[in-house]
């Protein structure tokens, strides 16, 4: 996997995660995408990019006329000052409910991103760092976890609260 060319953009983690829950996105039974196809994905470089490997997981694809996306991206667009291109899928079973949003923004705060929530999180937080390494900061109490790596320029961050988890990468 190569982790290189990572930029910054975890400073959104929570209201990523409050905006999820916010407007229906599923935010967390034991993990099914590994972190491994999860960097794949996320490592795109355009929509068309991740929209092809995005695609392949087989999961429903959140159109673009979903509620939740439209709020969701208007929201982001408020917060952010500029046009963002969203794609994003999810599947939804009897153990789990998971969701992939990947997005370039333009505006004040340009950058691309992509963000995996898990309602389940499972054994993830410990295949992360079997793929990562130790984390630069983890944060453990009795409300959540948090980690943080910083591979090469960006970032990836782990956010746990109860079962649910979010992952937010920013190469």
Not at 113 to 122: E, I, N, Q, R
Not at 129 to 151: F, M, Y
Request: charged share 15%; glycine share 10%; with cysteine.
């Amino acid at each position: 996997m190569n982790l290189k060319y990572w930029r910054g953009f975890v400073g959104v983690s929570a209201w990523v995660v409050s905006t999820l829950a916010a407007v229906g996105f599923a935010i967390a039974a034991p993990q099914t995408l590994s972190p491994t196809r999860l960097l794949e994905v996320c490592n795109s470089e355009t929509i068309a990019e991740v929209t092809a490997k995005g695609d392949q997981l087989g999961w429903e694809a959140i159109p673009a006329t979903d509620p939740g996306n439209i709020e969701w991206r208007q929201s982001f667009m408020s917060y952010n000052g500029g046009s963002v291109d969203v794609v994003g899928w999810r599947k939804n079973s009897a153990e789990n409910d998971e969701s992939i949003l990947f997005w370039i923004a333009q505006g004040a705060n340009a950058h691309k991103a992509c963000s995996y929530s898990v309602k389940v999180a499972g054994g993830l937080l410990d295949a992360l760092i079997e793929l990562l390494g130790r984390p630069s900061n983890l944060d453990r109490n009795e409300v959540a976890t948090t980690a943080l790596w910083k591979p090469g320029r960006g970032e990836v961050s782990f956010s746990q609260v109860g079962s649910a988890a979010l992952v937010v990468v920013s190469p």
